[in-house]
């Protein structure tokens, strides 16, 4: 996901009226809770696409606290997803500028203030930034929705909000890390240092551009680390406009690098830098793979990967269905389905297996796709064209193996990436759809008998991110919640994405846990310091 | 010793008005039922600053049900860790905003010094309440590793209505190193402030409705311990009680509590602890130790370094510059940015410091330095330094609350620890030396809540202390306090099929 050789050419070719230019002119303003486009409705029209009511600032590379040109020159394009025309060029990091990042970085942690302050003036910084973030609230959210597509209610109202929710509950941590002191075997004092790990590289995905950068930058600032952020390709924007903010608040230069660029140049050199202590990395397992390879061949730098999953939603045979049927349906839909831990395989006890179809193709039916911009919309385009496609492959190969469809199954109007929320239903393990992750709006619906039936097939993949479960049975709970091998069990509730709940993948889902108390190990090098003891009074 | 002015000097700061003087119950300041007041002193000149409302019985018995009320059925606990967190990260930018008054306040009030209010103690407090709203929203119950097939964990509850019962020496801390992990862990709370320093107390129960801590979360009910505190103390439906004070009225507390409903009970109490100072110490900067921790805040101080044990290689070079250091130290008034030292917080103690001096002279130790009140007006004491003390006189054994320090020499380590252990206290110790070993055996040694090597009163929102033997029990400042305002529930159901257990 993160890395991706292709920008499809095909995607600035089919760039039409609405240019860059005219998306940033000055006076037209964004036409909230005009007509709505349902999924049933006609494709959006020119006249419909909302101007996003924010402007692109910061293009360039944040290196030392200074926004710079790529060492290269080079740029690459970023586009609205909406319509597939050009937002802005963007500064393209390769291995030169992670070099320059991690220099920055290493320097800001080996002499530089950072590590070094005591963690309540970190801890200030951070809950300043957090301020900031509050205030420019909106703007953000808007260049998120514009790079990213996701629908803008939702990112004003919830993402942003949370992100600064998250930065917040790291602010809190970085005062209260503690080392432990340790029984020894014999008259020794043993005390454990937990200092921080050096210079963190971080990748971030593009589904939820600042949300992972929370989970990332959050932690590893507040444990004192000094850190190179590279961004999704995709979706560049946000993170240069909040890191600005951050250093408004009191960051040191140095402390916080954002490259823009490409996996397999920008991101490939993050992971395999000798001068980077420690990786951490959000996106495909594919990729992830490459990672885990990378800093293996390189120096052994520790490794978390938070990747792909194919996570089970069971609908149990004493569910209340129509909870059931809208937990279930904004458990595969919601972002557009780019989700790692997407409910993408609804498993449904057969004695509610009809009713459940019954109502899920009603729910995805009424689902409200359009502009992101506009009020009341549940479902942007799809991130861009290489995905759209993949999706649309998908739809057909669930076709082809003799999946029901249900509803949708084809492209959402006739501009932008827009996809038909698409249920299929009986479904079998084997097929494509119920095993590949899709990473776009489309719900499988599978059958089963018993728990024993189920928790058998819901294991039955290399993933184990997440799951959900509904039911109001406590043995039924009790026993789905110790066997799913996953790494989050949402019993009837599902996306419940607290700064203090840890996060993480079973199986090639990944590993290490991010958020909560859990993920500052991720960034914390622990140390044991033992000396003797000339006769202790105990021990 | 330098005397630099006796209260009616040229002040350069404005004494402010003061605003408050009511108790604070259900969000509202209101006369005490009886309508009775009493006098709050300025202790630079003993003048009436202020009449303030008297709490007793009745007024706690109103402070309890609203507090009742707010916790069984209030927001306060049903609100998010993180919700609570806000709220107080607001409280304590309205405290930053403050910082003048507020040690002001203090100053007239304790008579603490305006200088060290005003660049430490003040933003310390709003620091102390950010620390516990970071932790709101970290309290974490565990689950278990049963024995059985059952599936079990701890919630950490809030254990509802706190009554916090607190000393004169450091108003403004002493408040929130109690109210602000109460805040954070969920509850709410009835705060009895000593009756010699009701001020900021009732300014912060001001700026906490500010803040938007909701109506009967956070009560002041001011007034006297035997009436206003023991009402606390032996309340029905008060869950858990606070105290910092005396060792004597902590034991009142705790048989208050045992004879009503059984509350938990944390004391933090009194001390006479040990500075053992080694012979291969810096004995400048020994010097300078010894004698901040027995003078800071005039000695009234619960972890005041009061026994100072010099081993004798250092000894005689200790007790000349002590001596000659003592003499430079500068008592004065609190507003004076000069002074080092104010004055005792009121007449009682002031007299009691003097009658010990006294009755150390008479058992036969030798002043080495001080030993009177100065300044014409207002309760000012010379720094005093007694040495060929013996470990059973009265200057060693109890708490004098005062700038009196006992000078001892000792041998060895052995002879240090042995004396050192010799009290009935164990609040606090420090230790200078360069020798790892020493430092390290003599901290495992030394019965006391904190050691402190090569620095003295290092106190940190992060870093719990408390009391060993009747010092007292239960942790203030860091994680560790929150445990006191939070019960440990246990649930557990059994589990069927479970792949591993």
Redesign the interface.
């Known amino acids: 996901m993160a890395i991706r050789r292709v920008l499809s050419l095909s995607r600035s070719l089919a760039a039409s009226s609405a240019s860059a230019a005219s998306l940033l002119s000055p006076g037209r303003n964004p036409s909230w809770g005009r007509d709505i486009s349902r999924f049933s409705t006609a494709a959006l029209t020119e006249e419909e696409v909302i101007i996003p009511p924010v402007q692109v600032e910061h293009t360039q590379l944040l290196i030392n606290g200074q926004f710079v040109d790529a060492a290269s020159g080079r740029t690459f394009p970023t586009f609205d997803p909406r319509s597939g025309d050009l937002i802005t060029h963007v500064a393209e990091g390769d291995e030169e500028d992670i070099n320059r990042a991690v220099f920055a970085a290493r320097e800001a942690f080996d002499d530089g203030p950072w590590p070094r302050m005591t963690a309540?003036e970190r801890?200030?910084i951070i809950?300043r930034f957090a301020d900031l973030l509050e205030k420019h609230n909106d703007e953000i959210a808007a260049l998120e929705t514009w790079d990213s597509g996701k629908p803008y209610e939702h990112t004003a109202n919830v993402e942003i909000p949370k992100m600064t929710?998250l930065f917040?509950?790291f602010?809190?941590?970085?005062?209260?890390i503690?080392g432990l002191t340790v029984p020894a075997d014999g008259p020794y004092?043993v005390q454990t240092l937990h200092e921080p790990i050096g210079v963190a590289g971080q990748i971030i995905p593009w589904n939820f551009p600042l949300m992972m950068y929370a989970w990332k930058v959050g932690p590893a600032l507040a444990c004192g680390n000094t850190v190179v952020l590279k961004t999704a390709e995709h979706t560049p924007l946000s993170a240069l406009y909040v890191s600005k903010l951050f250093h408004e608040a009191g960051l040191p230069p140095g402390v916080l690098n954002i490259i823009s660029g490409f996996g397999p140049t920008a991101g490939a050199a993050l992971a395999s830098h000798m001068d980077v202590d420690k990786i951490a990395f959000t996106g495909s397992t594919g990729t992830g793979k490459i990672i885990l390879e990378l800093a293996s061949k390189s120096n052994l730098k520790a490794v978390t990967l938070e990747l792909g999953g194919k996570s089970p939603f069971i609908v149990c045979e004493d569910a209340d269905i129509d909870k059931a049927v809208e937990l279930a349906h904004s458990a595969v839909f919601f972002n557009q389905g780019q989700c790692c831990c997407a409910g993408s395989r609804t498993f449904v006890h057969e004695r509610v297996y009809d009713e459940f179809i019954e109502k899920s193709k009603a729910r995805a039916m009424r689902r409200i796709v359009g502009d992101p911009f506009k009020k009341g919309v549940e479902q942007g385009p799809q991130i861009d064209k290489a995905q759209f496609e993949k999706i649309l492959s998908c739809i057909r190969s669930g076709i082809e193996s003799g999946a029901t469809l249900e509803t949708g199954g084809e492209r959402f109007g006739t501009k932008g990436y827009f996809i038909q929320p698409t249920v299929f239903s009986d479904v079998q393990d084997d097929m494509a759809i119920a095993t590949e992750e899709i990473f776009g709006p489309v719900q499988s619906i599978l059958k089963f008998k018993d728990l024993d039936d189920v928790i058998q097939r819901a294991n039955k993949s290399r993933y184990g991110l997440a799951a959900g479960v509904f039911t109001n049975n406590?043995?039924t709970a009790?026993?789905l919640m110790?066997?799913l091998r996953v790494g989050t069990v949402w019993i009837n509730c599902y996306f419940v994405f607290d700064?203090?709940i840890p996060f993480g993948g079973y199986k090639m889902s990944g590993k290490g846990r991010e958020k909560g108390?859990y993920c500052l190990n991720n960034y914390l090098q622990v140390k044991a310091v033992v000396?003797?003891?000339?006769?202790?009074?105990?021990l | 010793m330098t005397i630099q002015s006796n209260g009616h000097s040229e002040n350069p700061i404005k004494i402010p008005k003061i605003k408050f003087t009511k108790l604070f119950i259900n969000g509202e300041f209101v006369d005490s039922i009886s309508g009775k007041t009493f006098e709050t002193i300025d202790p630079r000149n003993g003048e009436v600053i202020a009449r303030v409302a008297e709490g007793d019985k009745a007024d706690v018995d109103l402070a309890v049900k609203v507090a009742r009320e707010a916790f069984d059925q209030g927001q306060w606990p049903r609100m998010t860790g993180?919700e609570r967190?806000?709220i107080m990260?607001k409280f304590a930018d309205l405290i930053d905003e403050s910082i003048e008054e507020l040690a002001a306040i203090d100053a007239i009030d304790a008579g603490k010094l305006f200088t060290s209010g005003k660049a430490v103690d003040i933003p310390s407090v709003a620091?102390m309440i950010?620390?516990y709203?970071?932790?709101a929203?970290?309290i974490?119950g565990q689950m278990l590793k049963m024995s059985r097939p059952f599936?079990a964990y701890t919630l950490r509850e809030p254990i509802g209505v706190v009554g916090h019962i607190i000393p004169w020496n450091f108003p403004s801390t002493m408040f929130f190193m109690k109210v602000a992990p109460a805040l954070a862990a969920g509850c709410t709370m009835i705060v009895k402030p000593a009756e010699q320093t009701p001020l900021s107390a009732l300014y912060y129960a001001h700026l906490a409705k500010l803040a938007g801590i909701p109506d009967g979360v956070l009560n002041v009910v001011t007034g006297y311990g035997s009436t206003a505190g023991a009402a606390i103390s032996s309340h029905m439906d008060i869950d858990m009680v606070s105290f910092t004070g005396s060792t004597e009225v902590g034991r009142l507390v705790m048989q208050a509590a045992a004879q009503s409903n059984l509350k938990p009970v944390s004391l933090e109490l009194g001390g006479k602890s040990p500075l053992i100072i080694f012979n291969d110490a810096d004995v400048d900067s020994a010097v300078n130790l010894a004698l901040l921790g027995i003078l800071y805040n005039k000695g009234e101080i619960c972890v005041a370094g009061s026994r100072v044990y010099v081993q004798e290689g250092i000894y005689d070079e200790f007790v000349r510059k002590a001596a000659a250091k003592a003499k430079t130290w500068v008592v004065g008034d609190p507003f004076d940015p000069r002074s080092q030292q104010g004055p005792q917080v009121d007449k009682t103690q002031f007299d009691k410091i003097l009658s010990y001096i006294e009755h150390g002279k008479r058992e036969g130790a030798t002043l080495l330095t001080g030993g009177k009140p100065c300044c014409e007006k207002g309760y000012y004491i010379e720094p005093t330094i007694f040495t060929d003390v013996k470990e059973d006189m009265l200057v060693v054994k109890d708490e004098i609350f005062g700038p009196v320090m006992s000078l001892m020499k000792f041998e060895s380590v052995e002879e240090a620890?042995e004396r050192a252990n010799n009290t009935r206290y164990g609040l606090a110790a420090g230790i200078v030396t360069k020798d790892?070993?020493l430092a390290?055996?003599v901290s495992?040694?030394i019965r006391a809540g904190i050691i402190w090597i090569n620095c003295y009163f290092a106190f940190d929102?992060?870093c719990p202390y408390g009391g060993y033997k009747m010092s007292g029990f239960g942790r203030d400042n860091g994680?560790n306090s929150l445990d006191k305002y939070l019960q440990v529930k246990s649930v557990v159901?059994p589990?069927?099929?479970?792949?591993?257990l």
């Open positions: 309540y801890s200030k809950y929710r917040r509950y602010a809190g941590w970085a005062d209260k503690h004092h406590i043995e009790n026993t110790r066997s700064a203090a108390a000396s003797p003891l000339k006769n202790p009074a105990w | 993180f967190g806000r990260m620091n950010r620390y709203a970071g932790a929203d970290k974490h599936q620890i790892l070993n390290n055996r495992r040694s929102n992060d994680l159901t589990i069927h099929n479970s792949p591993w």
